[in-house]
């Protein structure tokens, strides 16, 4: 019997019980979360994309230690309630198929935590390795002044930008109030609220007047044939944060027919559209999308310029 251990329970069942005994030490549990998440087929792609990954996420994160620990803390016993927190977190992780960042309700984006839960999307953008480089090959000389980071969800994109360039002044907007209160709350987090605001607007609709150097944004993309057939950890996610339309482009259109008037003359506008990139350049095939690749993978990001957005706006229409 395997049934799972939680906060209001008064016993754990025998097995688990057997389990809390037998194994003492980290590099003991690691080893069976290792095996339960291979031997129960989990889907990974939250952070980690294996049993293994997964295994060490979980146990770090359950005793709050940093994924660079020393190896020497492999060796330690772990407390009793350790021991708990870990069963119950790999059970849960099993019969639920939540997505480890919100069993442990945080993630980690470009180095940086964030609080999340199933308000909002996981972060795991490309971006992310952009960000920690400044967006330096389009910003040479100095970074941008205002980012607008659009769709924001956590806010991820545009805090990491903050944390990492302290000069910059970013907006996250998104159209859920969901995701703008967990947004407020990273912003809280990282105390970046001198120079960081959350603001719900249906992509650039509630941001009248405003100009931005850098557009980044992290959009619904998934189509309709996609979102139905994702793995069962992935339904956990919002829905309205994955799917746009039949093919995937409903908001990416959007962005692309708009994004200019909130850009300046200089500005850059970058967007993941993930697994809807061939879909995207069939639909404007005269435009000179330039397609990102990246050091820890990924793909689907493009970049456009304010200069490229008014040459083929004609095409964007």
Avoid at 32 to 37: V, Y
Avoid at 56 to 82: C, F, I
Avoid at 239 to 249: E, I, P, Q, V
Wanted: glycine share 6%; net charge negative; with cysteine.
């Amino acid at each position: 019997m395997t049934a799972s251990f939680s906060s209001t329970d008064s016993t754990l069942t025998l097995s688990d019980a057997h389990i809390s005994k037998t194994l003492i030490s980290l590099r003991d549990f690691l080893r069976w979360a290792a095996s339960e998440f291979h031997v129960n087929g989990l889907h990974y792609g939250h952070g980690t994309d294996s049993a293994w990954d997964e295994a060490v996420a979980l146990v770090l994160g359950a005793l709050h230690l940093p994924w660079n620990v020393d190896p020497a803390v492999l060796d330690a016993r772990l407390l009793p309630l350790e021991r708990t927190r870990i069963i119950d977190l790999v059970r849960r992780r099993i019969e639920t198929r939540q997505p480890l960042p919100y069993l442990l309700g945080e993630a980690f984006f470009a180095g940086y935590p964030f609080n999340v839960d199933e308000r909002v999307l996981i972060p795991r953008s490309p971006i992310a390795e952009l960000i920690e480089q400044g967006f330096a090959t389009w910003f040479v000389s100095e970074p941008p002044a205002r980012v607008l980071d659009l769709c924001c969800g956590s806010g991820c994109i545009g805090i990491a930008t903050a944390l990492t360039l302290p000069t910059v002044e970013v907006d996250l907007t998104d159209l859920s109030e969901d995701a703008i209160a967990v947004a407020k709350a990273n912003i809280t987090r990282h105390d970046v609220g001198k120079r960081v605001r959350a603001l719900a607007s249906d992509i650039f609709d509630g941001l009248a007047g405003q100009r931005y150097d850098l557009i980044v944004s992290n959009p619904p993309y998934v189509d309709a044939w996609d979102l139905a057939t994702m793995p069962v950890e992935y339904r956990h996610e919002p829905a309205m944060a994955l799917g746009a339309g039949k093919d995937g482009l409903d908001i990416l259109r959007r962005i692309l027919r708009q994004a200019r008037q909130y850009l300046t003359d200089d500005g850059v506008l970058i967007v993941e559209a993930g697994n809807s990139d061939r879909q995207l350049e069939a639909a404007y095939p005269d435009v000179p999308f330039l397609w990102l690749e990246f050091e820890r993978g990924g793909q689907g990001v493009f970049v456009l310029t304010a200069e490229e957005l008014d040459k083929y706006a004609p095409s964007l229409v």
